[in-house]
């Protein structure tokens, strides 16, 4: 979704301030693609501040379903997004200073409120994705998920190099 920037950058700059709907339906980086459930309509505010910069706020939350770390099960996850950039859209990016922030998703006068929400969503990317804080994931013999049952495969046991420690743990129970 566009919204057009020029009342702003215009000599009266004016604030713009709309609300529109998430035209995302997924999330594509480099470890797959992740599509996105549900989302709520983006409310988005650019004021002008000096000269060609603005301060553009975007706020919205949506549900996008990603496989949990450890047993691959699908985990819905929310991203509640609030953002605030400071752009210069008179400047590149290897211009900017320190107080400023990129504005690779300003195309002329056009916002693309997609790619602003893109670039915080994957910010906010969660380090690990678990269904539930005990995961047992998957039987590294033969795939079983772990957290529907046993799969009855055999131990393969230890690095032989960890015997030691492994003999420590059998003979001493309180350590």
Known sequence: MLINLSDVLSDQHKT???????TMEEIRTKSGTYPIVSSEP?????EHVRGKEMLIHA????????PCDRCLEDVT???VLNSTKHVDVGLSDAELTEELDESNFIDGYHLDVDK?????????????ILCREDCKGLCKVCGQNLNTGS?????????????VVRDLFKNFKEV
């Open 151 to 163: 799969c009855g495969c055999e131990d393969v046991g230890l690095d032989p190099r960890m015997s």
């Open 77 to 79: 996850h929310e991203f």
């Open 59 to 66: 706020q919205t939350r949506l549900m996008a379903v990603i």
């Open 16 to 22: 713009v301030e709309e609300t529109v709907p998430l």
């Open 42 to 46: 983006v409310h988005v505010r650019a």
């Open 116 to 128: 602003l929400l893109y670039n915080e969503i994957l910010s906010e990317w969660p380090e690990k």
